[in-house]
T-cell receptor, first 116, second 113 residues
């Protein structure tokens, strides 16, 4: 297993453009999370999926943000009409949740977004 | 609402010194889970440990040890005989049902040779 992968690793865009990030979780993991991390801060929860269902969204996730996880495999996070304040590292994590619990998250390397 | 506080923003130690990273959490729930993650300069967060609220037994793994005390809502992390490779940002995190994870602001540890 190669772990959680994210693409692209870096994205530079102009204000107002749309961007989409992809996350491929560890194959047997049924939960997938998106976080945002700015310099000097801890990750901030954005949203999470269990299989293909999006079960929770943070208030941080404005209407310009949308996430999908079709078929419960990879996930995409789209930001529409980007703003300079969206510049951050976007992290994806996955975990396996079963009857015995198991909330350990395994993180991908992140996508660094710079909005000019 | 849950909250995690890591009061130490930055710590510097000399190699081979012991160092303790503090974590204080807040939650009204009686069942919860605590975590420590390491974020080295390369940037990828690495899972270190999970602790359940009903298991207060302390844990040791090599040079790492964790002290969980519900009475003071603390989950501290000690590195014994620190090494340069321990230099990283360390995050403490809390979740109640494995949904919304709340991370602390992190402690940057620098281990000097």
């Amino acid at each position: 297993d190669t772990g959680v992968s994210q693409n692209p690793r870096h994205k530079i865009t102009k204000r107002g453009q749309n961007v989409t990030f992809r996350c491929d979780p560890i194959s047997e993991h049924n939960r997938l999370y998106w976080y945002r991390q700015t310099l000097g801060q801890g990750p901030e929860f954005l949203t999470y999926f269990q299989n293909e269902a999006q079960l929770e969204k943070s208030r941080l996730l404005s209407d310009r943000f949308s996430a999908e996880r079709p078929k419960g495999s990879f996930s995409t996070l789209e930001i529409q009409r980007t703003e300079q304040g969206d510049s951050a590292m976007y992290l994806c994590a996955s975990s396996y949740y079963g009857t015995s619990g198991g909330y350990e998250q395994f993180f991908g390397p992140g996508t660094r977004l710079t909005v000019l | 609402a849950q909250k995690v506080t890591q009061a130490q923003t930055e710590i510097s130690v000399v190699e081979k010194e012991d160092v303790t990273l503090d974590c204080v959490y807040e939650t009204r729930d009686t069942t919860y889970y605590l975590f420590w993650y390491k974020q080295p300069p390369s940037g990828e967060l690495v899972f270190l440990i999970r602790r359940n609220s009903f298991d207060e037994q302390n844990e040791i793994s090599g040079r790492y040890s964790w002290n969980f005390q519900k009475s003071t809502s603390s989950f501290n992390f000690t590195i014994t005989a620190s090494q340069v490779v321990d230099s990283a940002v360390y995050f403490c995190a809390l979740t109640v049902y494995g949904q919304n994870f709340v991370f602390g602001p992190g402690t940057r540890l620098s281990v000097l040779p």
